[in-house]
């Protein structure tokens, strides 16, 4: 199955009371995740998580659907890298074919 590598946006309001809920879905997707990263608005009670992900379009969407149907939170996504298997270097030193256009762009 192919995956991307993806990052997905999670906005969460009121978050005291969907913290609990939104943890047990990335907990459920934790096999998935690469990086995830968060900052709290503690005046406010809301939350930002980014989460970096390797996922086919099924994994991500079926992700998305989850959080989104916790009420107060929105999640938006964009995938960086079609295709994770092309990140593996075809020899030690080599560069990803799938970076050299990302970063010179």
Same mark, same amino acid.
């Given at each position: 199955?192919?995956?991307?590598?993806?990052?997905?946006?999670?906005? #969460?309001?009121? $978050? %005291?009371q969907q913290a609990p809920q939104v943890q047990q879905v990335l907990s459920k @997707?934790? $096999?998935?995740?690469?990086?995830?990263?968060? #900052?709290? @608005? %503690?005046?406010?009670?809301?939350?930002? #998580?980014?989460?970096?992900?390797k996922a086919s379009e099924e994994e991500l969407q079926n992700f998305k659907a989850e959080l989104n149907r916790i009420g107060g939170v929105k999640v938006e996504s964009l995938c960086l890298i079609d295709d994770a298997?092309?990140? #593996?270097?075809? $020899?030690?030193g080599s560069t990803p074919t799938a970076l050299v256009g990302f970063f010179t762009t």
């Open positions: 199955m192919k995956q991307d590598i993806c990052i997905a946006g999670l906005l #969460i309001n009121e $978050k %005291s @997707y934790g $096999k998935l995740i690469l990086h995830r990263s968060g #900052i709290p @608005y %503690s005046d406010c009670d809301r939350g930002l #998580i980014n989460v970096t992900m298997d092309e990140l #593996i270097p075809a $020899k030690p």
